[in-house]
């Protein structure tokens, strides 16, 4: 049996990684305020058909849609900022408090093409803010995702960004770009064609050379805003500016759904080939209010996991293993039935403690230990035993020393942890 197209394994030799991503972004998550939440991975199609729109690939030919045994239509969440707006709404948090600030991590799917960096099943770190309109948020957001890849020791990253405008100004920009569109009719592929009339910003990041020369000399979102939309814009650009992060303003940014107004962002990074986005993000002021809630502003980001942590592979930057603290070899049965119980002891007292209990020879066991990289080894033969006594081998220095077996556990454990916190 093999996994199915698109999906994998993550194996313990990667998960490090994962894990150490893991953990930097909880901790500089949780330092800015926000509370983690986790939703299903099944929701009503509808949500997402809905939210992230109609005539995106996303909703038009990427997700997983069943009906259940009752014939409901279900969906496989292709990405959690609708689910997380559905939850907003259902549980009135906006009556808790007007601010309210999560992070979400998990798994997600969407049927694309597989590749490097692109999977049917991957995972997504979702950031979501409800209920500010300030655009230092926008900033802040950006500010956050630098500062995570900065913390990680990543380089060669840039952040894009556009603004989308808004209800107001955005149908007067749509309709100059219409006009162009129109003229470049014959030039443009069928998907471009199809959305025209529907959804025109999305042709802007269309990925077709063809359509890529023929829109070459489009109009560009922000030279249409409204001034609320253009204000908005420039403090964002300014605090990123005083923040010190590097970015660039990308027209023909326009992102894959629907939802979004205003600010919009992507972080791409050079090391992937073709999938060059690490993570993107932008506001979505009209979501809640859309999905059934009351007015209120929303903005998040998803950060691409599994195209982080290929990122990280790539520059090497994957945490050592474990080290194995303690090996004991147990010669015999009666050295095997102590030190069985003192395995466990010290186990639960945090020492990283293994042993083999297949029964080999010393010998065998003394290369697992080195293969193991176990930095002491407790000997445990039948001889010393009857004289209540175990050696404990350094392993890097060679030498050995006898313990009495009474006090052995909280020896070692007083050893072993002022090792551990002197190396
Ligand atoms: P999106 O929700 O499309 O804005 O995606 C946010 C981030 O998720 C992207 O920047 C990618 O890093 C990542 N991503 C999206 N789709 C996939 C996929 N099929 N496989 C792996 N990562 C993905």
New binding site residues.
């Given amino acids: 049996m093999q996994t199915i197209r698109g999906f994998r394994d993550i194996l313990p030799e990667q998960i490090r990684i994962w894990q150490k991503i893991e953990t930097e972004a909880t901790g500089l998550f949780k330092a800015f305020g926000f509370e983690e939440i986790r939703i299903p991975v099944i929701e009503k199609t509808e949500l997402f058909a809905r939210s992230i729109g109609e005539t995106t690939d996303i909703v038009e030919k990427e997700m997983y849609t069943f009906a259940d045994r009752k014939g409901d239509k279900l969906t496989l969440r292709p990405?959690a900022t609708a689910s997380i707006v559905r939850s907003y709404i259902q549980h009135k948090m906006y009556a808790v408090d007007p601010v309210r600030k999560f992070y979400c991590i998990g798994p997600m799917f969407?049927r694309?093409r597989p590749q490097k960096?692109?999977?049917?099943q991957?995972y997504?770190i979702d950031v979501e803010v409800f209920g500010v309109a300030s655009a230092y948020i926008d900033s802040q957001l950006i500010f956050l995702l630098n500062e995570l890849f900065r913390r990680l020791g990543l380089t060669g990253l840039s952040a894009h960004i556009n603004s989308l405008g808004c209800p107001e100004c955005r149908p007067g920009f749509q309709t100059t770009l219409l006009t162009l569109l129109e003229s470049k009719k014959d030039q443009l592929c069928g998907n471009c064609l199809r959305r025209m009339n529907k959804n025109p910003l999305r042709i802007l990041d269309c990925k077709s050379p063809e359509c890529k020369a023929a829109i070459s000399d489009a109009p560009a979102t922000i030279d249409h805003l409204c001034r609320e939309c253009s204000d908005h814009f420039k403090i964002v650009q300014s605090t990123l500016e005083k923040q010190g992060v590097d970015f660039k303003v990308d027209n023909t940014l326009v992102?894959?759904?629907d939802y979004y107004t205003r600010t919009a962002w992507?972080i791409l990074t050079t090391s992937l080939g073709a999938?060059s986005?690490?993570?993107?993000g932008g506001r979505y002021d009209g979501l809640v209010q859309e999905l059934g809630g009351p007015e209120t502003p929303g903005i998040g980001f998803?950060?691409?996991f599994?195209?982080l942590a290929e990122v990280m592979e790539q520059l090497e930057k994957a945490p050592d293993p474990d080290t194995v603290d303690l090996f004991i070899i147990a010669l015999g049965e009666a050295a095997m039935e102590k030190s069985y119980l003192w395995y466990s002891e010290l186990n639960q007292a945090g020492i990283r403690t293994e042993m083999d209990f297949r029964g080999k020879s010393m010998k065998a066991l003394m290369k697992r230990a080195d293969k193991l990289n176990a930095a002491q080894v407790l000997i445990v033969g039948e001889n010393e035993l009857e004289r209540n006594a175990v050696v404990l081998r350094d392993m890097g220095t060679k030498t050995q020393v006898s313990l009495a077996v009474d006090t052995l556990v909280e020896n070692l454990t007083r050893k072993m942890t002022q090792s551990n916190e002197t190396g």
Avoid: C, H, S, T
């Fill in positions: 990405e969407r694309e960096g692109r999977y049917r991957f997504q992102r894959g759904l992507e999938q986005a690490v993570a993107g998803a950060i691409g599994d195209r």
